[in-house]
Structures are given as structure tokens and as C-alpha cells.
């Protein structure tokens, strides 16, 4: 059964940086592309970003350039580096591998005031 716990979220400023992970268990992780979700107040989850188990990544076109996924696979982990956070990337951010499609984690609270 897959589980996923995502962390390092936070209260920031504008400009600054966080730096997101997930750590997965119940699935073979190397195998599986992972992603992380945006879930801004009062808007559905978007997929920001994506990377599979050979490096394949794709991210959405509100993010290029800002944030970086990555993957440490000896951890089954993956990241999610956040560069020049705006306002509008506040919500609550989710990581899950994109095959499981009715399974979300807790998330991760990340704020920025501007």
C-alpha cells in the first residue's frame, strides 16, 4: 500500500526559497514517475511538476524556471526545490507517484506574503 509523507513547508517572504520533500513507501519508487501538486485556497490541485525514474521532467508553465524536482533514489524520496516563491504559489502542496490515482498524503502547507 502506497504512503507518502510530504515536508518542509512554511511561512516565507517573496523571493525566498523552500525546499519540499516526500518520501515514499509501497511502491518499487525507481519505477514510478513521481509529482508534486499546487493546491492554492478555493482552486483544484494542479500538477507543477514531474520527474521519472530516468530523469524525464516536466513542469508547468507557472513554475519554470523557479522550481526543480529531483529524486535521491537510495531514499525513495523526492524534492522539490522552490526558488523566488510569489504570492501565488501559497497552498497546500501534495507529492504521489502520477500511476496512483486515488491516494493523496497530508501535504505540505507553504505560505508567502508579499
Known amino acids: 500500500q502506497v504512503q507518502v509523507v510530504e515536508s518542509g513547508g512554511g511561512l516565507v517572504q517573496a523571493g525566498e526559497s523552500l525546499r519540499l520533500s516526500c518520501t515514499v513507501s509501497g511502491i518499487i519508487f525507481s519505477i514510478n514517475t513521481m509529482a508534486w501538486y499546487h493546491q492554492a485556497p478555493g482552486r483544484q490541485r494542479e500538477m507543477v511538476a514531474s520527474r521519472s525514474g530516468r530523469g524525464t521532467t516536466n513542469y508547468a508553465d507557472s513554475v519554470k524556471g523557479r522550481f526543480t524536482i529531483s529524486r535521491d533514489e537510495a531514499r525513495n524520496t523526492v524534492y522539490l526545490q522552490m526558488n523566488n516563491l510569489r504570492p501565488e504559489d501559497t497552498g497546500v502542496y501534495y507529492c504521489?507517484?502520477?500511476?496512483?490515482?486515488?491516494?493523496w498524503g497530508q501535504g505540505t502547507q507553504v505560505t508567502v506574503s508579499s
Open positions: 504521489k507517484p502520477i500511476a496512483i490515482v486515488n491516494y
